[in-house]
Structures are given as C-alpha cells and as structure tokens.
C-alpha cells in the first residue's frame, strides 16, 4: 500500500535522525533525557507500523489466528502522541530557558516522585525497593533544589510550589500560580488543529478506556477491510506527530540536523506531514 510506504518513509528518517548520535557520549542531561525519550517515541511508532500489517499467529493450538488489531493500534497511538507532546513541552516549545529548566527539572522530579509511592508487588523485592527510593533520594533533593532557585518557580505563591514538589509537572503559569496543562493545550501550543489537538486524541482515549463507543465499533468490523479502515485515520495522525518530532528534535542535535537534510524526499513527506497536522 502506498500509505504504507509513506509512513515506513518518514519512520526510516525517525530512526536515523535518533540513531545518527549513537556513540556519542551525552553529558548533557536535558540531551541525554531527549534521546531516550526519543527511542520510546521510535518503538511506539514501529509497532504501530507492525500491528497495521496484521495479527497473525500460525501456530496457536486449535487454528491459525489472523486479524486487524484496531484496538491496540488504537491505544498506542495514545501513548505515541503524549510521548510526542510531552518531548514538545520539555523540550520543542518556544519559552525561555529558565522555564525550560522548570519544565524539565519538575519533570524530572514528577517520575522520581511517583516511583516513591509505589510499593514492590512481591515482597522479596522490598529490601531492594527501598534501596533504590533511597538512591533516589539524594537525586530528588538535587533536583528540588535546583527548582527553588529557578526564577519562574520563585515567582509561584506557596501553595503552588508545594504542587510542583509533590510531583506535578504539567504546567502553565499564570503569574504567581500554576495549573495543569492538559494534552490538548501543549498539541495547540505544537501547532496542531483543532480536530487532532482535541477531537482525535479523545477518539483515542476512548479506546484506551474501553468507551461504550469504541466497543461498538469493533463489534461492527467483521471484515479486514472494516477493520483496517478503523484505524486509518490513526496511522495518519502518527505521521504527523513523527515528522513534527523529527524538526522538533533536529533543533537539538546537530548531527541529527545534517541527516534530515541526507534525503530530499523523507523530508519532504515530513513537511506535508506537519502541514497537514496544522490545517486539517
């Protein structure tokens, strides 16, 4: 199919803008978090390309087993896209630096602080549990104080910074104040429409949360050509959120840059791609 082409075109050029710093000894931190940031966004991007040529298992014990896995495709779309915006509020968004290191350092702290919470699901794994929230200890101090010198968080009332300290990270400022930034408000800032800032990601949530709708459609799709029709509209709006990753994290590496410029074509299918993102 020629969509599959296009989209194995621009995952090509994902890959080698990401693989072209391989070796490359990172000490920067904020790079060193955007690349691995960047492989979770390849392998969503891979396997929803690997789900979309079908399901099929030869040898499962009573007979051979071969469908569209809409619902999957579906619900790591999700994921795709939130790993997208997310890399576009740390990283890719026009705001100062200052603020950038807010972003990241109070990102940085919201996973190490959830990982506090959790608790080892066997117990065998207690003491080793609490050697590793202990480790993480001294980080999370380093990175609260790196957050109580940062100007835009000493401008927040102390209710808000008590907020970004617990963990939240996801924010717009208002002043002394700060709020949640949801998905939708970080895919316009991106510069996407209207339909894939909100609309599309909603259509995708409903089947991550399993929504009386999203079950209706698959009870509906008895053939492969229904099927795969379902999750068509998926595959473009991850052509999308991969080419506008790629500009995005070509801003960052320079190495990275020089690849995109390599191949004509995977750069232009790119551009289509993010204006289609903006206009549709």
């Excluded at 087993?65 to 619902?71: I, P």
């Excluded at 779309?77 to 740390?90: D, G, K, N, P, W």
């Excluded at 991106?190 to 929504?211: D, F, I, K, N, T």
């Excluded at 795969?228 to 500009?247: D, E, H, R, Y």
């Amino acid at each position: 199919m020629e969509e599959d082409k296009e989209y194995l075109i621009i995952l090509d050029l994902l890959f080698r803008v990401v693989d072209c710093n391989r070796g490359v000894v990172q000490l920067n931190q904020k790079l060193f978090e955007a690349e691995s940031l960047a492989r979770k966004f390849f392998c969503h991007c891979a396997s929803v390309f690997y789900l979309s040529r079908g399901t099929n298992i030869d040898d499962f014990p009573s007979t051979k087993v071969g469908f569209f896995d809409v619902a999957s495709i579906n619900v790591l779309a999700r994921a795709t896209i939130e790993s997208f915006l997310a890399f576009h509020y740390i990283f890719g968004s026009k705001v100062t630096e200052e603020e950038r290191n807010f972003r990241f350092y109070s990102w940085q702290l919201g996973g190490l602080k959830e990982r506090q919470k959790s608790l080892p699901s066997i117990q065998i794994r207690e003491q080793q549990a609490k050697k590793v929230r202990a480790n993480e200890q001294k980080r999370i101090q380093n990175y609260e104080q790196i957050l109580k010198n940062n100007k835009i968080f000493l401008k927040l009332n102390k209710k808000h910074q008590k907020r970004i300290l617990e963990g939240n990270w996801r924010n717009k400022i208002l002043g002394g104040k700060c709020e949640n930034m949801s998905w939708r408000e970080i895919a316009l800032d991106a510069e996407l429409s209207e339909l894939h800032a909100e609309h599309v990601y909603r259509y995708l949530c409903g089947y991550a949360h399993s929504s009386s709708l999203s079950i209706l459609q698959l009870s509906q799709a008895n053939t492969a050509q229904v099927q795969s029709a379902l999750f068509a509209g998926t595959v473009g709006v991850i052509k999308i959120a991969m080419s506008n990753f790629i500009f995005e994290y070509c801003k960052l590496f320079p190495n990275s840059k020089l690849e995109l410029n390599k191949n004509a074509e995977a750069k232009m299918a790119a551009e289509d791609w993010i204006r289609i993102g903006k206009e549709a």
